[in-house]
């Protein structure tokens, strides 16, 4: 019923910048919250920012500062803009949104994850 299709990831150097990107499309009535995460190697899954259909944000304190959220409602699209990345950030990054279907069911839907390395 709903996709979320992430890119932008990729290798880069300590120091760097790299944009992540999410659209989400399929069948619902609307999008709420939307947030990524990211799971590091041989760790659990941890949330980094979240931003709410209003534009609210939260980030999780080793990365603020360095990384912003933001989002095109009109698109259904969330970015996450990252700089300067240091190799702690190297993680499987996941898009996540908090969506209202037809059925004003909500569920919450998960992309299938970009890989982020941050290394020389």
């Known amino acids: 019923q709903v996709q979320l299709v992430e890119s932008g990831g990729g290798l880069v150097q300590p120091g760097g910048s790299l944009r992540l990107s999410c659209a989400a499309s399929?069948?619902?009535?609307?999008?709420?919250?939307m947030g990524w995460y990211r799971q590091p190697p041989g760790k659990e899954r941890e949330l980094v920012a979240r931003i709410t259909s209003g534009g609210s944000t939260n980030y999780t304190d080793s990365v603020k500062g360095r990384f912003t959220i933001s989002r095109e409602n009109a698109k259904n699209t969330v970015y996450l803009q990252m700089n300067s990345l240091k190799p702690e950030d190297t993680a499987v990054y996941y898009c996540n949104a908090d969506v209202t279907l037809w059925s004003f069911s909500r569920t919450r839907y998960w992309g299938q994850g970009t890989q982020v390395t941050v290394s020389s």
């Open positions: 399929g069948r619902f009535f609307s999008i709420n919250a």
